[in-house]
């Protein structure tokens, strides 16, 4: 039976109710709205924050260091950051900074 041609390209149709179509259809509108609403709030939230500023997990990867070293910094004002709620921001400047000046590395 697995060989005959004829059953490989026969095709299967089924029935399934309208009301479970709408009740997809509802669930995938919802879906998309609630992307929607998570995708206007992160713009929103990655507009609050003024471009001069990074934060500090893309300072130690622009610079290549960790995080104690980083807290070094951080703990002998070798840098300057700004702390917002439980975030860590430093001023983009300090990356080009962190290059130019001997007595921060």
Same mark, same amino acid.
């Given at each position: 039976m697995e060989n005959n041609p004829d059953l490989k390209q026969m095709r299967v149709m089924y029935l399934v109710p309208s009301e479970l179509i709408e009740g997809i259809k509802k669930n995938?509108?919802?879906?998309?709205?609630?992307?929607?609403? $998570?995708?206007?709030? $992160?713009?929103?939230?990655n507009s609050e924050l003024p471009?001069?500023? &990074?934060?500090?997990?893309?300072?130690?990867?622009?610079?290549? &260091?960790?995080?104690w070293k980083?807290?070094? $910094?951080v703990n002998s004002n070798l840098i300057k950051t700004i702390k917002k709620k439980r975030k860590i921001y430093? $001023?983009?400047?300090?990356?080009?900074?962190?290059f130019s000046d001997p007595s921060i590395r």
């Open positions: 995938q509108n919802e879906i998309a709205e609630k992307l929607q609403r $998570l995708s206007e709030k $992160l713009e929103k939230h471009q001069d500023y &990074i934060t500090a997990l893309q300072f130690r990867k622009a610079v290549h &260091i960790g995080q980083f807290d070094q $910094l430093v $001023l983009a400047t300090e990356v080009q900074r962190f």
